[in-house]
């Protein structure tokens, strides 16, 4: 039963999501899709293909570097899509046509929004790299083995990384995107457990998902002090140096770690291997209400109707090249 759980599974396209203000993006193999609620209360789309150069495609079929690359295209697109749900959803459809006008070439918006997203990700993992290894360094004194430092330095790092996402929930615009990161994963839940997706069946799966980008985080800090404790931490300008050449390591196998523990999800006993970062979903998502959901789904319905119509296109290309 397990293995024809497994089997199933690994048969559906594997689709990922974020939330963004008043909305959900869903991504797939070759569009990305964003749906949000406007000031008047309808659903409005933004859409972005996926472009890859070829490099980077033969780069993300190798083990550690297509984590890498996948998390800064996720950056730089997902940027863009946060970019439109800002701009939007706290005014009138009517007033669209000036927002266009205040805009520079569209050409020039996509590529200062991408580079700003991965600028914006790098700046926040050095932070989030170095803050907690120089707090660290200040309890030498106490504890002044390798072992303990880096032992500290991940409990400041994950004690940051709580205490952020708990003060940032408490913002009533932040609070809403949670939420509808829960609507984000209720629907992936729905789609992979083969039920229609209706608002009463969506809000009966759990708003958890193995492959969140929450579990991920937290998947770094736990592989970081792994990672940590095969360098030395003395002196200080040394251990920060090698926090910093370490990060493309830390990410590469917190990537590949995040998949292992989605591919073992319905197997017993290795399924909780999975659960440090489900736990940390419980800050991160929360329950959405119907008209969130609704939101949700049309994102990944039109997601859908976009990768279909793209998958008829190439057959019928193909069949007249016959």
């Not at 709580?162 to 949670?178: D, E, G, M, N």
């Not at 039920?195 to 809000?203: A, P, R, W």
Request: a neutral charge; glycine letters at 6%.
């Amino acid at each position: 039963m397990v293995g024809e759980k497994l089997v199933e599974s690994q048969k559906k396209p594997a689709y990922g999501g974020q939330a963004v203000i008043e909305g959900v993006m869903f991504g797939g193999k070759s569009q990305t899709v964003t749906a949000i609620r406007r000031k008047d209360h309808t659903i409005d789309y933004f859409y972005l293909p996926r472009k890859s150069h070829p490099t980077l495609q033969k780069l993300k079929k190798i083990p550690f570097l297509r984590g890498i690359i996948a998390i800064l295209e996720a950056s730089a697109n997902g940027s863009q899509h946060l970019n439109f749900s800002s701009e939007r959803y706290d005014q009138d459809p009517e007033n669209d046509q000036y927002i266009e006008e205040e805009k520079v070439s569209k050409t020039t918006m996509i590529i200062g929004v991408a580079t700003l997203g991965v600028l914006s990700f790098i700046f926040g993992k050095f932070v989030f790299t170095l803050v907690p290894a120089i707090l660290a360094s200040f309890t030498k004194p106490i504890f002044s083995s390798d072992v303990a430092q880096v032992l500290i330095e991940g409990l400041i790092k994950l004690i940051l990384l709580l205490a952020y996402i708990y003060f940032v929930s408490l913002t009533p615009l932040i609070k809403r995107v949670f939420q509808y990161h829960g609507a984000e994963h209720k629907v992936i839940n729905t789609f992979e457990n083969n039920l229609e997706l209706t608002i009463e069946n969506v809000q009966s799966q759990s708003r958890l998902h193995y492959r969140c980008g929450s579990s991920f985080i937290l998947f770094t800090v736990i592989i970081g002090v792994f990672i940590y404790m095969l360098v030395p931490t003395n002196p200080l300008w040394l251990r920060l140096v090698d926090r910093i050449a370490l990060i493309p390591v830390v990410l590469g196998i917190s990537f590949e770690v995040l998949q292992f523990t989605n591919k073992l999800r319905e197997i017993p006993v290795l399924r909780y291997l999975g659960y440090p970062g489900l736990w940390l979903q419980l800050l991160t998502t929360k329950e959405p209400t119907d008209d969130q959901v609704e939101v949700a789904i049309a994102s990944f319905n039109e997601l859908l109707k976009l990768e279909e119509n793209q998958t008829t296109s190439k057959e019928d290309s193909q069949s007249l090249q016959m």
